[in-house]
């Protein structure tokens, strides 16, 4: 089946903003193939449609039914079927796919009318919500890590490992906002997500006063994050001389910072989440700049060494941290640059989407 000249409809946990995440990016990509993508917001108090310029329509709605994960199957079945028919409705279209990232709304999709192709594909172990009804009444599903495949399969034979995507820039210009001379150590992402080591984050800056820390994303609240609850050592790394935070970015703009950047950093609670951080979506970002990344242990890359600077407990991150910059121009080298790009370049989202056309032309 080609994914191509259809109406879609994307359900996402993540709203449409500034910050994107993969979900936003599959919408993109496929709106790029000629179809008609609606990507569906969580819910809200009221029902909106807004078409963007590059092709993908943007709807906000109040759901008619809510806690339809504490009632039987065979009833949640029936109320999702009306609750997408109510969307239609209201759109003037048919949806010939359903693509739900969110396994907490519409993960009942056995009672749909006959035809439309029913994904689940979830991204992000943390949010397991009703996962075992959405792999029941999907279709196909595709994760991104084997600790998420591994929970879905027993629910549903046709789950596959799609790598998270790299989308490449399509116009790039250098902005001219950092001009110092100092080795520059970025990180791009959710600043107030529970994940981050701030502990050890502030101990690299704070040791290392002669480098410059930026650090771009969202403080707080925003259309990625719903929490204003900040890390005590989020704050002491603010308040470090040496480190600015540049606040969110629109997406577009990321690769022309992380262009800017030495040293791209990703230090994530492993020892607590392990699972949950086996595969972040940042690091392909990272990879399509071809900058060195120090990283906290990373299970999807355990084989893939080369890639990243991976360490097996974050308090060894330090000291590698202090080993990289002293052989920068070894790290950074044309040679190791071409490597990550590479990969980031087979992996595009438009690669992926190709992936998974031909697991479902399989079935």
């Known amino acids: 089946m080609q994914l191509k000249n259809k109406p879609?409809?994307?359900?996402?946990?993540?709203?449409?903003?500034k910050s994107y995440v993969s979900?936003?990016?599959?919408?993109?990509?496929?709106?790029?193939?000629?179809?008609?993508?609606?990507?569906?917001?969580p819910p809200s108090s009221s029902f909106r449609i807004k078409q963007l310029e590059f092709g993908v329509n943007i709807i906000?709605?109040?759901?008619?039914?809510?806690?339809?994960?504490?009632?039987?199957?065979?009833?949640?079945?029936?109320?999702?079927?009306?609750?997408?028919?109510n969307i239609e409705k209201k759109i003037g279209k048919q949806f010939k796919v359903i693509w739900n990232f969110d396994s907490s709304r519409f993960f009942d999709l056995k009672k749909l009318r006959k035809g439309v192709l029913k994904i689940g594909h979830i991204v992000d172990l943390s949010e397991?919500?009703?996962?075992?009804?959405?792999?029941?009444?999907?279709?196909?599903?595709?994760?991104?890590?084997?600790?998420?495949?591994?929970?879905?399969?027993?629910?549903?034979?046709?789950?596959?490992?799609?790598?998270?995507?790299?989308?490449?820039?399509?116009?790039?210009?250098?902005?001219?906002?950092?001009?110092?001379?100092?080795?520059?150590?970025?990180?791009?992402?959710?600043?107030?997500?529970?994940?981050?080591?701030?502990?050890?984050?502030?101990?690299?800056?704070k040791e290392n006063s002669e480098l410059n820390f930026y650090f771009i994303g969202p403080v707080g609240k925003s259309n990625i994050s719903n929490t204003n609850k900040l890390d005590p050592f989020l704050l002491k790394t603010q308040s470090?001389?040496?480190?600015?935070?540049?606040?969110?970015?629109?997406?577009?703009?990321?690769?022309?910072?992380?262009?800017?950047?030495?040293?791209?950093?990703?230090?994530?609670r492993v020892q607590q989440y392990r699972e949950q951080l086996a595969s972040p979506?940042?690091?392909?970002?990272?990879?399509?700049?071809?900058?060195?990344?120090?990283?906290?242990?990373?299970?999807?890359?355990?084989?893939?060494?080369?890639?990243?600077e991976m360490v097996e407990n974050n308090a060894e991150l330090p000291l590698h941290f202090q080993e990289v910059v002293s052989q920068l121009n070894d790290y950074n080298s044309k040679e190791k640059k071409d490597?990550?790009?590479?990969?980031?370049?087979?992996?595009?989202?438009?690669?992926?989407?190709?992936?998974?056309?031909?697991?479902?032309?399989?079935l």
Not at 339 to 362: C, D, P, V
Request: with cysteine; aromatic share 14%; net charge positive.
């Open 8 to 17: 879609i409809l994307l359900i996402s946990p993540e709203a449409w903003g």
């Open 23 to 41: 979900k936003h990016h599959y919408a993109l990509e496929l709106a790029k193939k000629g179809n008609e993508v609606y990507f569906l917001n």
């Open 60 to 85: 906000d709605y109040r759901p008619i039914f809510r806690g339809l994960g504490k009632i039987p199957s065979f009833i949640s079945s029936y109320l999702t079927r009306i609750e997408l028919l």
């Open 128 to 205: 397991n919500l009703q996962r075992h009804r959405l792999s029941k009444s999907m279709d196909i599903g595709f994760c991104t890590t084997d600790f998420i495949q591994k929970e879905m399969l027993p629910y549903n034979s046709k789950v596959f490992k799609v790598h998270h995507g790299y989308r490449p820039p399509e116009k790039f210009e250098t902005l001219p906002i950092i001009k110092d001379e100092k080795v520059k150590v970025g990180y791009v992402g959710n600043l107030s997500i529970k994940y981050l080591d701030w502990d050890i984050i502030y101990k690299i800056a």
């Open 240 to 268: 470090l001389k040496n480190t600015f935070f540049l606040g969110a970015k629109p997406s577009k703009e990321i690769p022309a910072y992380l262009e800017l950047f030495d040293i791209l950093l990703l230090a994530y």
């Open 281 to 308: 979506h940042k690091v392909m970002e990272y990879l399509g700049a071809g900058k060195t990344i120090l990283a906290s242990y990373t299970d999807e890359y355990k084989d893939k060494s080369h890639l990243l």
């Open 339 to 362: 490597i990550r790009i590479a990969f980031a370049m087979a992996n595009t989202y438009g690669e992926q989407i190709k992936r998974i056309e031909n697991l479902i032309a399989s």
